[in-house]
Antibody, heavy 127, light 107 residues
């Protein structure tokens, strides 16, 4: 059974870089059928897709966050990671990683459903 | 960007009743690329429906999805106690966007 687990600091100072890692177990991150994505959820609010990565390193990002986001992959460790720079209080959220089923891939965008998800990790931006 | 609007914001029903949740898109969702997720407090979302009407693996048949174009519906035919949760729709025909959620609470 595929499982995903987020890890990283729960507290980040404003203007610094948020860094999280997602470890995939029970399956290979090098599957040709999937991307691997990050989604966040501010406290009491809805879901926002951040971006996704293929095992080859190909990435797609939410245009609203693109200038601050970097997602990378380490196939040897079956992990992928998120970096979000210049964070503010508005970036406080539960961050989820998930397997991202490939449905549509075009030069400018990639989309699909998310299943399964990690349990999520709360990241608070505060001094 | 396709904006998804879910209604109602909160739905109060009793176990055994039928629930109807709506998701409306700001423009047509290509190929009915619309999914529904269930989220319980303190848990990650779980995929229920994809392709507007196909149930994900292990999802009970009391959950059904319908719709096309800009109007989509999630129906729970007979509510069980474990169905009270927040439900989100997601379109994946043009990038990936989510609705703001509908909270299904016990009346």
């Amino acid at each position: 059974q595929l499982q995903l687990q987020e890890s990283g600091p729960g507290l980040v100072k404003p203007s610094e870089t948020l860094s999280l890692t997602c470890t995939v177990s029970g399956g290979s991150i090098s599957s040709s059928s999937y991307y691997w994505g990050w989604i966040r959820q501010p406290p009491g609010k809805g879901l926002e897709w951040i971006g996704s990565i293929y095992y080859s390193g190909s990435t797609y990002y939410n245009p609203s966050l693109k200038s601050r986001v970097t997602i990378s992959v380490d196939t040897s460790k079956n992990q992928f990671s998120l970096k979000l720079s210049s964070v503010t209080a508005a970036d406080t959220a539960v961050y989820y990683c998930a397997r991202h089923q490939i449905i549509v891939v075009v030069p400018a965008a990639m989309s699909g459903t998310f299943d399964p998800w990690g349990q999520g990790t709360l990241v608070t931006v505060s001094s | 960007e396709i904006v998804l609007t879910q209604s109602p914001g909160t739905l109060s029903l009793s176990p055994g009743e039928r629930a109807t949740l709506s998701c409306r898109a700001s423009q047509s969702v290509s190929s009915s690329y619309l999914a529904w997720y269930q989220q319980k407090p303190g848990q990650a979302p779980r995929l229920l429906i994809y392709g507007a009407s196909s149930r994900a693996t292990g999802i009970p048949d009391r959950f059904s999805g319908s719709g096309s174009g800009t109007d989509f519906t999630l129906t729970i035919s007979r509510l069980e106690p474990e169905d009270f949760a927040v439900y989100y729709c997601q379109q994946y025909g043009s990038s990936n966007t989510f609705g703001q959620g509908t909270k299904l609470e016990i009346k």
